[in-house]
């Protein structure tokens, strides 16, 4: 197979030298482009996400419109869950509904661990009709929740009121808790296995809700399962692809993440990126971290903030430009392609060029 | 006058050593408590805030039915806002709406330093008839926002949305945010310094939305703003009283934070207590931080999880026992008397006690 036209996001994974830092974003396959409202008239979003073909048109449009260095594959978090047997609507005003959530240790039980090939196999052939869309321009990335954050929607059963029926869940029956994160984590391992016997070039772990725990609940619920999946994945993967963790509001544990066997650590905007590579050193690349909200302003504070973001991380590999959370909605569509422009323009001189080394 | 019956409180603040850990909790004057939705069953929130004698016995509530250790004046952080020249109501959904929110430089001139003998002479009235029904019993926190979070509430008009467009609008015209967050920290000092004069014992800034921040706007929004009030209020003050910092969301500055001033941090329960000590040293007491999820579970669970709070910030003086953020509308009284209880009977163990120094 001929290799990709553009490797960098890769490269900076492994923290190898690129010429300039890679960008992509979170969520850039999504509402605030005309191209996906136009598709959003059409379809619900769960049929946007379970169509191979539109998840695949989807993925590839902020690659086209934006010249972003990755995509990352149109589909939800909550598919485990709902591979798992929980059955799941979106609402109208957006939030993600369980009907039946998880209470008893009954209801643990009755959870399966799905075989990707068939309960999932929707995704799989999402990635693989994307892989020959993309024609190899550039890497794409395929994506899990991580078990406390997909606990925190089972138990629940929806994204409300900041998770606090399933975090007394947790205090409440913790055997029960870690009955069911067990589950997750090894359903989990599975999906990601699958995608890259599928062909997707890296995987994400999203721990979004990861910063609602005590330190003690956060080593016991969220850090704990985020290390057996990477452990799992890196055991038995067909092939080594980097594995990125996103962890959001824990930019106080940083330390502890990059000792999770994660090959790069996705922080959000309130973490100090300078900070976090010195405490990191070499051990992880860092993903990140621009405020979603600076899409909001106008293109001047855009190309200001994204100067802030490189000058942070400062020269040397290991850096790859996104935002510390989601694309929101009502960002205009200029202001990202500003964004990736910015980066691409300005980021050389965080990086030795070639022959510029031994000059 | 005669000594306070009980200033455990204050002596913790001050790092004093004490025969056990006071407690007092963030909105333990509040809905959970039936004599408070008694009372807001015949009148509205701004009127309670309002009307000294109710916001009076209101305040006193928990000190009678719990046995906490501190009494902090019902009131709301929006009351300044509001005498600055906002109008604002409380929705049926209990969020704030502000009908004139602050968008452009005019509005910011517009806006008036309230003399609180003036604009909040109820406020000091509610404290001098609370003072005279505590009977000297326990001490009297006052408090006022903070003033990025005052201008969060004051440019995006409510609580909604992560406050997105205030944080759009400090970085799009700075100037006219520095201009405002210049006019809001002059009126907070001003605030607690009137308080302080009618007879609180203690005042808490609280910074509830710090925690939205990126590295430099936080220090530029946020904390040289708390650092100007606490120098004007120290410099200015009739007595010397502690101030008691709440950042919220802001566990990796805990450095920071201790440089400001404050005499006692308080703390959100995702920051890890025990290394927050290490980081400050003797520089501050801390304040908290159990999860305030913890009180919807049950007593089992609030006596086990109070005791790891207590364990984690270990022996000595500088503790005062809270939670992480205010008590939950839906908690059980019954639960809050227990974890008094608790910390009560169980903390003498992390402290010296009378005589044993020298055994």
């Given at each position: ?22 960008i992509w974003l979170m969520r850039q396959a999504g509402?605030y ?29 902020p690659?086209?419109?934006l010249?972003v260095d990755a995509?990352i ?215 990140g971290?621009l405020?979603p909200?600076?899409l ?25 430009f996104n935002l510390g959370h989601g694309v929101?909605?009502?960002t205009?569509?200029?202001?990202v392609?500003?964004l990736v422009?910015?980066v ?16």
């Amino acid at each position: 197979m001929r290799p990709l036209e553009n490797d960098l996001f890769l490269r900076a994974c492994r923290r190898e030298p690129t010429e300039r830092t890679p960008i992509w974003l979170m969520r850039q396959a999504g509402r605030y482009l005309p191209s996906y409202r136009a598709l959003r008239e059409r379809y619900d979003f769960l049929t946007l996400c379970r169509t191979p073909e539109l998840a695949a048109e989807i993925t590839v449009q902020p690659v086209e419109q934006l010249g972003v260095d990755a995509a990352i594959l149109f589909s939800d978090i909550l598919v485990i869950p709902e591979a798992m047997g929980l059955m799941l609507r979106i609402e109208e005003s957006g939030g993600p509904h369980i009907e039946n959530p998880v209470r008893t240790a009954a209801d643990v039980a009755h959870l399966v661990i799905p075989d990707p090939q068939e309960k999932l196999s929707y995704i799989l052939e999402a990635i693989r009709v994307t892989q020959e869309r993309l024609r190899r321009r550039v890497p794409l990335i395929g994506f899990a929740g991580a078990p406390w954050t997909l606990f925190a929607y089972m138990v629940e059963g929806s994204g409300r009121d900041d998770f606090r029926r399933a975090r007394v869940f947790a205090r409440e029956v913790p055997s029960v808790a870690h009955a069911l994160l067990e589950k997750i984590a090894r359903a989990v391992a599975r999906f990601l296995h699958a995608q890259i016997e599928a062909g997707v070039h890296a995987v994400q772990l999203f721990d979004t809700w990861a910063g609602l725990l005590d330190p003690d609940s956060f080593l016991e619920f969220s850090l704990t399962y985020v290390r057996r999946v990477i452990e799992t994945v890196k055991a038995a993967a067909p092939r080594r692809v980097p594995i990125l963790l996103f962890s959001r509001g824990t930019a106080a544990w940083i330390e502890a993440l990059a000792e999770t066997g994660a090959d790069v650590l996705s922080v959000d905007w309130t973490c100090d990126l300078a900070r976090a590579r010195q405490q990191t050193g070499d051990r992880v690349a860092l993903q990140g971290n621009l405020d979603p909200t600076v899409l909001l302003a106008s293109p001047e504070v855009v190309v200001r903030e994204a100067r802030k973001v490189l000058a942070r991380f400062g020269v040397g590999a290991g850096h790859i430009f996104n935002l510390g959370h989601g694309v929101l909605p009502e960002t205009p569509v200029e202001n990202v392609r500003r964004l990736v422009d910015t980066v691409k323009r300005e980021s050389p001189q965080y990086h030795v060029q070639r022959g510029e080394a031994s000059r």
